[in-house]
């Protein structure tokens, strides 16, 4: 599932994070001062040692459950339950994504090249569920559910904003793979021809046999805000970019434009897209 960065240009845990960290820091504070390990912790509050470890170290979203638990366990002091009032992180994004993701609220365009599926924006929870199937280290079905969860909650953007440009260019292959199977594809292809009708979204398929390609380099996105600044994002494995550079941004809004020249045009892709249908 596709689908962040401290500054411009540069990767690693966005600013919303921050607030995960001081609260594990809380409660491993709390925990050493009361003279219990990690796993005697766990077996207190009926959460795994992981799940500690994970809390601790701002990487989970700690439920509610497990804050009232910390807290009764820690003697009652209160500073659980107001350190987590504070927390501010999206379950379900990518560390390296969130910061992308609250730009995506406000943007007036935002323009999308994807190579490796279809981009998240588009995807059905069929296709999601199955692209989560083969993720490794393998997902437990909390974070499968949190991902999806978020994704349909960004997917609202483009029903919602109409006003907001979006554009997606998308690799005819990742199409062809059939992820998921024949029926899984099927409704795929479906919910990206309903949203192909929206007047605020144009969607282009670059076919398959094309002998000129300016995309070569790799994924990527583009997005206007509302002060018509742009930025980039670009994604690879474990890790992701967000580029204010207007030098680079530049170059990549270059490219864009070349691809949109060289993929199908809209009612091509369309057809296209209702040929592959008819074929599964």
């Given amino acids: 599932m596709v689908d962040g960065a401290v500054g411009a240009g540069t990767?690693?845990?966005?600013?919303?994070s921050d607030s995960l960290r001081t609260f594990g820091a809380v409660v491993q504070g709390l925990r050493e001062h009361a003279g219990l390990s990690r796993e005697e912790f766990g077996e207190l509050v009926m959460f795994s040692k992981h799940t500690v470890a994970s809390v601790e170290l701002g990487r989970r979203m700690p439920d509610p459950v497990f804050v009232e638990r910390a807290e009764e366990a820690l003697g009652?002091?209160?500073?659980?339950?107001?350190?987590?009032?504070?927390?501010?992180?999206?379950?379900?994004?990518?560390?390296?994504?969130?910061?992308?993701?609250?730009?995506?609220?406000t943007a007036i365009a935002?323009?999308?090249?994807?190579?490796?599926?279809?981009?998240?924006?588009?995807?059905?929870?069929?296709?999601?569920?199955?692209?989560?199937?083969?993720?490794?280290?393998?997902?437990?079905?909390t974070e499968i559910d949190e991902r999806w969860a978020a994704r349909a909650e960004r997917q609202k953007l483009l029903r919602e904003r109409l006003n907001t440009a979006f554009g997606f260019i998308l690799e005819e292959h990742v199409f062809l793979?059939?992820?998921?199977g024949a029926d899984v594809t099927r409704g795929l292809i479906d919910l990206v021809l309903e949203v192909a009708q929206l007047r605020n979204v144009e969607i282009q398929i670059m076919p398959l046999v094309q002998e000129s390609h300016t995309g070569m380099q790799g994924p990527f996105q583009l997005l206007e805000t509302p002060e018509n600044q742009?930025?980039?994002?670009?994604?690879?494995?474990?890790?992701?970019?967000?580029i204010a550079d207007r030098k680079v941004v530049s170059?990549?809004?270059?490219?864009?434009?070349?691809?949109?020249?060289?993929?199908l045009t809209m009612q091509d892709s369309v057809s296209l897209l209702e040929r592959m249908r008819g074929e599964l």
């Fill in 11 to 16: 990767g690693g845990e966005p600013e919303s």
């Fill in 76 to 105: 009652n002091t209160g500073a659980l339950q107001r350190a987590a009032q504070c927390l501010a992180r999206q379950p379900g994004l990518a560390a390296w994504f969130r910061q992308w993701a609250r730009l995506e609220k």
């Fill in 110 to 141: 935002l323009y999308t090249y994807e190579s490796r599926m279809v981009a998240g924006l588009l995807q059905t929870e069929a296709y999601a569920r199955a692209m989560a199937l083969d993720h490794l280290p393998p997902l437990d079905d």
């Fill in 177 to 180: 793979r059939r992820t998921g």
């Fill in 230 to 242: 742009w930025f980039a994002y670009t994604e690879g494995q474990e890790s992701g970019q967000l």
């Fill in 251 to 263: 170059v990549l809004q270059r490219r864009y434009a070349r691809m949109r020249s060289q993929a």
